[in-house]
């Protein structure tokens, strides 16, 4: 094992007995990727098992973040550690997201029993999805017993992170407009739990009623699980605590049915398919390059050769 290896294995002893900061270290290892996140990966890989993740997602603007601190509350009222990672799938140079979702959960910060972290894609080859799964890991691996990952918008980035987790939560406002618009983005799909967030403000029993019908015309309501509807205002912590219960209901008939081991399951296999499908995308664009790169191009734009023979030939060394 090289230096830096047991520079890494050091870092995550410490972790587990409790250095949030040895924890940062290892969570910025993870989203810059390479080597140095592989080493940590292998480590915590088998360690895992223990934690429940919740993924909150919904429209920007939904109030997530605020929600996100009313049920850190929630929980810490009731003794229960959590972590929270705020991920913001835009670039790191903004700051925008990164630096508003602390804020909003800036009265968390002092305590002990709360770890919140915002990640961004800061280049790591596997995407933001892939980085995300390994940080959940870790946190798991650490000892957290509940992370909420939380996403800043809805669209198929954050719909990939969100199936990260073992109790999905979709949250939306009053008049939250079309439901197309609400199918196109995949929140029936995904969601176990709707929060009807805001829920002090005009428009609330449509919301509920629409979303009430959607479900019973969607296949979604003849599956064992039927999502609940909660309603919460952020801002004053009113339903939080309903939520919380609402989760905690979906993990019971998860874990009852059997349907939570098989989504860690599936989750899984489409992890290491994404990472195949990656390395090989990282690959192709190594290739993708040099003299003979742009020979046969050339050769293409001659229309001395087809794209796939061309493609076939690009290939061959890697197939």
């Not at 410490?14 to 270290?25: E, M, N, P």
């Not at 742009?294 to 050769?299: F, G, L, S, V, W």
């Amino acid at each position: 094992m090289n230096s830096r290896s047991t520079d890494i294995k050091k870092l995550f002893e410490d972790a587990c007995a409790g250095d949030r900061a040895a924890l940062a270290r290892l969570l910025s290892l993870i989203e810059r990727g390479g080597d140095d996140a592989r080493s940590v990966g292998r480590l915590v890989y088998p360690k895992v098992g223990n934690g429940y993740v919740v993924g909150i997602t919904g429209a920007p603007g939904a109030g997530k973040s605020t929600l996100t601190s009313s049920l850190i509350s929630h929980l810490r009222s009731k003794s229960q550690e959590v972590s929270v990672l705020a991920i913001d799938p835009s670039s790191p140079f903004t700051g925008g997201a990164i630096l508003g979702d602390r804020v909003r959960m800036q009265s968390h910060a002092t305590d002990a029993g709360v770890f919140i972290r915002s990640m961004a894609t800061r280049g790591h080859l596997g995407g933001l999805s892939l980085a995300t799964s390994e940080a959940v890991r870790l946190l798991d691996a650490v000892g957290s017993p509940c992370t909420l990952v939380e996403t800043v918008g809805v669209g198929q980035v954050e719909v990939e992170i969100a199936r990260n987790a073992d109790t999905i939560v979709v949250v939306v406002n009053p008049g939250w407009g079309d439901s197309v618009q609400a199918n196109k983005a995949g929140l029936l799909e995904i969601a176990d739990v709707f929060v009807i967030n805001k829920a002090d403000r005009p428009g609330v029993d449509q919301t509920q009623r629409d979303l009430e019908q959607m479900l019973e015309l969607s296949e979604i309501a003849t599956d064992a699980w039927r999502p609940k509807i909660v309603r919460t205002v952020g801002t004053t912590g009113e339903g939080a605590e309903g939520l919380w219960q609402a989760i905690s209901a979906h993990r019971e008939h998860a874990t009852r049915d059997g349907s939570l081991a098989k989504r860690r399951e599936q989750r899984l296999r489409n992890e290491l398919r994404a990472i195949i499908e990656r390395r090989l995308e990282h690959r192709a664009r190594e290739i993708c390059t040099g003299e003979r790169w742009d020979a046969i191009q050339n050769e293409m734009l001659a229309r001395s050769r087809d794209p796939w023979s061309c493609a076939d030939e690009m290939l061959a060394g890697i197939l």
